[in-house]
C-alpha cells in the first residue's frame, strides 16, 4: 500500500497532510491509533477540512477508493 499512498501524497500533498504513525510505539503514535480506535493495520482516515471524518478504510484499500475520498473531502471545504 505504501506506493499507493506515496503515489497520492505526490498528487495531492500541495492540499493535503498525510500522516504516518507507528501504532505500536509505545509513545505517541500508538495513542493515536488507540484515541482513533483504527481496526488494524494498515489504517485509513481521512477528514475533511473542519476536521470531520469522512472516510475509514483498513487492510487493502483500492488507490480509486482512496482518491474518490480524498478528493469528496477536498470538496467540503467552503461547505462548513
Known amino acids: 500500500m505504501r506506493p ?3 503515489g ?3 498528487e495531492f500533498g500541495d492540499r493535503v ?3 504516518y504513525f507507528n501504532a505500536s510505539d509505545g509513545g ?7 484515541q482513533l480506535a483504527l481496526p488494524g493495520h494498515p489504517s485509513y482516515a481521512i477528514f475533511t ?3 470531520t471524518e469522512s472516510y475509514r478504510g483498513f487492510g ?5 477508493v482512496l482518491r474518490e ?10 461547505r462548513i
Open 4 to 6: 499507493i499512498v506515496d
Open 8 to 10: 497520492l501524497q505526490a
Open 17 to 19: 497532510s498525510f500522516v
Open 28 to 34: 505517541d503514535g500508538q495513542a493515536l491509533y488507540e
Open 49 to 51: 477540512p473542519d476536521g
Open 60 to 64: 487493502i484499500v483500492a488507490e480509486a
Open 69 to 78: 475520498n480524498i478528493e469528496a473531502a477536498l470538496n467540503m471545504q467552503g
